[in-house]
């Protein structure tokens, strides 16, 4: 087992390299739509609340248990885990930590790879002349969705993904501080710097003006107009808490292996505040003003609320963006596309450093050999994703990986931390060399609110009921009755609630029912692949805890 | 926009720009320790 020597070059860009792991495609694309969708303005309340209760205290607790382990010169997650406690257990539920990395960087990869062909288009007036149809069937072209096949392969889409992936590659090949750090200096400036351009670009579009039809204010009133009632909905807040957990890159072990990177005696409570408020910042202030204003102001209120989602970033926006001239266009292309090419950057490399690291530290595997390996398992594990985009292998990924997973090891990880390793050690961890005092408040709070608010979370997507009505649900429940689950929950999702037809072959062709379950157990096997490598590893050397 | 619209966003962005700087700000002026791992650890035992 070697020990690494890497490290983070200065304190700023440790932070600004956080805040681009939880800085994701999501900031710009998820809260609008889930703000729009679960009562506008009073979404808000819930989601600060979640984000004080349950993200800045999973925050510090990944950060306390990566700087722990990288006491010990455990740099990935099964190694941290197994430093909490005398269980042997402890390190399989590390597995989490390598196995949500690889499987959400494998389709996040593919659609930061999609930002960065958009940024090409944009800037070559690829869009130019081009009517709001065939810019939504040049997306569908770009996918290879649009002719029915089977098989989704695009060479042009390939060539941009295998372009992605070797920019991230040769970026981790160059370390921590020269690579990642290095990128995230340049990239959240630039990134930040796009997003107030297409803010202010965005909140000044009135009717009459550059082509639109309604005032953009219009949108930002239909985002923050609050709506009280609905602040009883369990709905909402169950929104709340699932857009603050997945918008922190919580629960993934990419927090952790960062940390693992800072000096033992320097301070986290202070950087992760401060990433977690960069993060909320780009989300809430950002993220808010560009789509659903800028949508709005052309396509009217209507037509947004019927179709806010995440392809609409690429199927309606560059359209939009040529009302504004030739320039202007291909700026806003530049500076949208852009900005999410950065976001996804900045996180894919913090799921890459995590494989990375396990392979180094455990598998005494060189820096650049162990990018180039976590490149081509990417790759591989992305050709699903690519080649059958339209047969749903995409979503299980997403689903499993970078939904249930998080859920899962979050609530474990928090467990572990306040109830396992202990919250006298653990407040003690968390405060060492800290730069601010951290209210003694939070203490309870990871004790008790915290794992509370998470289990609340894990059981609600496990046994959400059909169109997330709780209180139908509730009502049902107190006469003895069951509920139906929704297709989305985590029960409705494996007994395939929302898939019609449970056939795997209809006339010799394979359904979508048999590309839904290969996916399942292709990630099973890759769950249980990293789980026997991390008891190889475990079997062939010491780790600190047999040495202590 | 009505102005509950406006309540609520200029209270979240006034919330959010208020951490974001404060803790930002503090991070910047704050020179970082350069104690290495292994005075730590000797200091620690």
């Not at chain 1, 900005?339 to 690291?357: D, E, N, Y």
């Amino acid at each position: 087992m070697i020990r690494h020597q890497e490290k983070w070059g200065t304190r700023i860009g440790l932070i600004l390299a956080m805040a681009g792991n939880a800085v994701g495609l999501g900031n710009f694309l998820r809260f609008p739509a889930q703000a729009a969708q679960n009562g506008g303005g009073a979404f808000i309340i819930p989601y600060l609340i979640s984000f004080v209760l349950m993200g800045i205290p999973l925050l510090w607790v990944e950060w306390a248990i990566g700087r722990h382990g990288g006491l010990y010169g455990m740099h990935h997650v099964p190694g941290m885990m197994d430093c909490m406690g005398k269980s042997r257990a402890l390190k399989y539920a590390g597995v989490f930590g390598i196995f949500t990395n690889l499987g959400i960087a494998a389709y996040y990869v593919y659609i930061e790879s999609w930002t960065l062909g958009y940024v090409w288009y944009s800037v070559t007036g690829a869009f130019t002349g081009m009517t709001a149809e065939e810019v939504s069937r040049f997306f569908s072209m770009y996918l290879d969705t649009g002719s029915g096949g089977l098989i989704n392969l695009n060479p042009i889409s390939v060539i941009f993904l295998l372009l992605t992936l070797s920019l991230n590659i040769y970026i981790l090949s160059r370390g921590v501080s020269k690579g990642i750090e290095k990128t995230c200096r340049i990239g959240m400036p630039l990134l930040i710097l796009f997003g107030i351009f297409l803010t202010v670009r965005a909140l000044t579009l009135k009717a009459g003006v550059s082509g639109a039809s309604h005032d953009a204010l219009i949108g930002l009133n239909f985002l923050w107009q609050p709506q009280p009632a609905s602040l009883t909905n369990p709905k909402i807040w169950l929104a709340a808490a699932g857009q603050i957990f997945f918008t922190l890159s919580v629960g993934m072990g990419s927090v952790h292996v960062y940390s693992s990177y800072v000096k033992k005696n320097q301070d986290i409570a202070l950087n992760a505040a401060s990433a977690g408020w960069m993060n909320a910042f780009v989300e809430v202030v950002l993220g808010g003003s560009v789509v659903i204003p800028i949508a709005v102001a052309y396509l009217g209120l209507d037509w947004v609320q019927s179709n806010v989602g995440f392809e609409m970033a690429f199927r309606t926006l560059p359209s939009l963006f040529q009302n504004w001239g030739p320039l202007l266009a291909a700026l806003g292309g530049l500076a949208w596309f852009g900005l999410l090419f950065f976001a996804g950057i900045t996180s894919s490399l913090a799921m890459g450093q995590p494989v990375m690291s396990f392979l180094q530290v455990e598998f005494d595997m060189p820096r650049k050999k162990s990018a180039l390996l976590f490149g081509l398992i990417c790759l591989a594990m992305a050709l699903p994703c690519v080649l059958f985009y339209g047969a749903g292998c995409f979503g299980e990924y997403d689903f499993w990986a970078g939904t249930f997973s998080l859920v899962a090891f979050a609530l474990i990880e928090i467990i572990v931390f306040a109830w396992v390793f202990g919250m006298d050690k653990g407040w003690q961890e968390i405060n060492r060399g800290a730069d601010i005092k951290v209210p003694v408040f939070f203490r309870f709070v990871i004790k008790y609110i915290t794992p509370l608010f998470l289990l609340a979370v894990f059981l609600g997507s496990m046994f959400k009921p059909e169109n997330g009505d709780w209180a139908a649900a509730a009502a049902r429940l107190a006469q003895g009755r069951s509920w139906n689950l929704a297709p989305d929950s985590v029960l409705g999702t494996v007994l395939n609630k929302g898939i019609a037809d449970k056939r795997f072959l209809v006339d010799g062709r394979p359904t979508p029912l048999l590309f839904v379950t290969a996916t399942r157990m292709f990630l099973l096997l890759i769950f249980t692949g990293i789980a026997v490598l991390v008891y190889k590893a475990w079997r062939n050397h010491k780790h600190p805890k047999e040495e202590i | 926009m009505t102005w509950s619209a406006w309540l609520t966003l200029a209270l979240t962005w006034s919330v959010v720009l208020y951490f974001v700087i404060r803790f930002f700000l503090k991070a910047l002026k704050t020179p970082v320790r350069e104690e290495t791992d292994m005075e730590f650890l000797r200091k620690d035992a």
